[in-house]
């Protein structure tokens, strides 16, 4: 930084910077929770550098880059390919889950397979992420210094991953 330059971090935080998902978490020993749905809010923490002009960035660049992130996710089955314990089969227009006795068959339309481990808050976070890292270099936007994106199942309920 140069003399008179100093860092913000700036918050973005809007009730529609939302999506809605149906997943099953797998538990350490190859269990797995029912399947079920959440409506995940999103933040975004960023750091920048405030330029001399009295700005860092321009928000709704931040912000639209959110929206398509989240608009990306919204009303899919999430499935992870990262997992030992379950198997993921696509087919002819459908998409075949099997985890220990269970066995899933969801039209493909339905389904987003994601490359993580499990579909958790905490690999949400990571992968959100680096989608919107990815979203705001595609539109030309600088990236932050420092980036938090946080996922909340619910109030009072969050997960951030900073990096």
């Excluded at 809007?14 to 149906?22: G, L, P, Q, R």
């Excluded at 075949?96 to 006795?101: M, V």
């Excluded at 579909?119 to 595609?138: F, K, N």
Aim: proline share 3%; aromatic share 6%.
């Amino acid at each position: 930084m140069t003399q008179g330059e100093h860092e913000v971090h700036i918050e973005i935080s809007k009730e529609d910077i939302k999506f809605s998902i149906a997943h099953f978490t797998i538990f350490p020993d190859g269990s797995r929770e029912r399947l079920h749905g959440h409506n995940y809010r999103i933040r975004m923490v960023a750091t920048y550098v405030v330029r001399a002009d009295g700005m860092a960035v321009d928000y709704g660049l931040l912000k639209k880059a959110l929206r398509k992130v989240c608009g990306r996710l919204d009303e899919y089955v999430l499935l992870p390919s990262g997992s030992r314990y379950l198997r993921v089969e696509e087919t002819a227009g459908s998409v075949e889950a099997t985890i220990g006795s269970s066995r899933f068959v969801f039209p493909a339309a339905d389904v987003i397979v994601l490359p993580v481990e499990n579909i958790t808050g905490e690999a949400l976070a990571d992968h959100i992420r680096s989608d919107v890292l990815r979203a705001l270099g595609e539109a030309g936007v600088d990236l932050p210094n420092r980036c938090e994106i946080g996922v909340s199942s619910g109030d009072g309920q969050w997960v951030s991953v900073i990096g």
